[in-house]
């Protein structure tokens, strides 16, 4: 078997899965923290995953219309075009697969 046909081990994707999803979650974080700024609102220092987009960040449907454009420029997916998203974890999930 060619070396570089072979696998990484497990442990080694799953850290590299864990920085991507990290990255994802810095990401989204800093322009749903754009958006906000940008209504008024105050920055937050930290978002996780399991806040609501529309009850928990108070986003609205012109807001999520935004962020949605801000993640297409950058990842080159519309994360709402499958299913309705409710939480950061979903966006991250559906950026991530």
């Keep these: 078997m060619d ?8 442990k080694l994707d799953s850290a590299t899965d864990l920085e991507h999803e990290l990255r994802l979650a810095e990401t989204i974080a800093s ?12 920055w ?3 978002i996780s995953a399991a806040e609501r987009l529309m ?7 012109l807001d999520l219309a935004e962020l949605t454009v801000r993640l297409q ?5 519309d994360v709402f075009a499958k299913r ?4 950061v974890g ?8």
């Excluded at 070396?3 to 497990?10: A, D, M, Q, V």
């Excluded at 009850?55 to 449907?61: F, I, T, Y």
């Excluded at 309705?84 to 939480?87: E, F, I, M, V, Y």
């Design 55 to 61: 009850d928990d960040l108070e986003l609205d449907s």
């Design 3 to 10: 070396k570089r046909s072979r696998k990484l081990p497990r």
């Design 73 to 77: 420029a950058k990842f080159g997916v």
């Design 31 to 42: 322009e749903i923290n754009l958006i906000r700024q940008r209504n008024g609102k105050r």
């Design 84 to 87: 309705n998203l409710r939480t």
């Design 90 to 97: 979903d966006v991250i999930e559906e950026l991530g697969s």
């Design 44 to 46: 937050l220092a930290k």
